[in-house]
């Protein structure tokens, strides 16, 4: 039977090697599945606790703020950080272990992220407009991996781009650790759980559920339109609200993640919006 934690009370490590110390002592004949998070905690995060829990004896959540993946450095700094609530939330879910370093049992002074090769995978979206972004999110989680070495590893398909990238340089670079997509967890609103929504005001978040709206639109019509039209559709309705503005909305395939210019078979294609309401970047998708 899994999900039987090794211990009743949530341990938490800032030292990656105290943690890869425990961590060997416990594990044997054990899976250990891992969650990495920016911390800011919501029912996003808990769905891939609550689903790792199914098939592991051990999950390890870590908490950390990535320097290297943000281009912004008001970003960075902006970031909602709910530490002590985070901490109390994982331990009445039982987490077993949590990691939370400082950027310094992390990173080298001065270390710069790392230079990977996505497969063109980073060609667009996010790629495209945060030039270095993945290179700094790929760091943080090898660097991870290398210190927990679990078994397997959750992550939310709401950063879809972000998660077809983990599995890619995971085989890269021969880790062999199994990559779980879990689905977008969504408010009533249908707007994807974020803790940047925390900086969103009422109006703000109302505004926001055009996103989605428009993505369920793209999904239920792709039957009815070429993709070129349906693309055109979908970024008129971002002209009409006023506050919205629209990054970028594309149309491409699952495996590959660049624009298609026809469909291809169900669940092989995802449409994928990037937009900002007062100045708060949210990103969101769909697969179909």
Do not use: W
């Not at 109390?88 to 080298?108: G, H």
């Not at 001065?110 to 979206?125: C, H, R, S, V």
């Not at 781009?161 to 969504?186: A, F, H, M, N, V």
């Amino acid at each position: 039977m899994f999900a039987i934690l090794l211990i009743s009370q949530m341990k938490t490590f800032t030292l990656k090697s105290e943690l890869k110390s425990y961590l060997n002592g416990i594990r044997k004949d054990k899976i250990v599945s891992f969650i990495p998070t920016m911390g800011s905690l919501h029912e996003g995060h808990l769905s891939l606790l609550q689903k790792a829990k199914e098939s592991s004896d051990v999950i390890v959540c870590s908490i950390f703020v990535n320097p290297t993946q943000f281009n912004n450095p008001s970003d960075l700094e902006k970031y909602p950080r709910t530490t002590e609530i985070d901490i109390n939330i994982l331990t009445e879910k039982k987490c077993t272990i949590l990691y939370l370093p400082e950027a310094s049992d992390l990173y080298q002074e001065n270390e710069q992220a790392k230079q990977f090769d996505f497969g063109g995978l980073d060609n667009f979206m996010e790629g495209e407009g945060r030039k270095g972004h993945f290179n700094g999110v790929a760091t943080i989680v090898e660097k991870l991996f290398r210190i927990i070495s679990p078994e397997k590893a959750f992550f939310g398909e709401k950063d879809l781009q972000q998660l077809q990238i983990i599995k890619y340089i995971s085989k890269q670079l021969q880790i062999p650790i199994e990559i779980i997509g879990i689905p977008t967890k969504r408010e009533e609103s249908g707007l994807a759980m974020s803790s940047r929504n925390k900086l969103l005001s009422e109006t703000g978040i109302q505004k926001a559920t055009l996103i989605y709206q428009t993505l369920k639109y793209i999904k239920e019509n792709s039957d009815n339109f070429t993709v070129d039209q349906l693309k055109k559709i979908a970024i008129e309705k971002f002209s009409h609200q006023t506050d919205v503005n629209l990054e970028y909305l594309e149309i491409v395939s699952l495996e590959k993640l660049q624009p298609i210019s026809e469909f291809k078979d169900a669940n092989e294609n995802a449409a994928c919006i990037a937009a900002s309401i007062s100045s708060v970047r949210l990103i969101d998708n769909i697969i179909f």
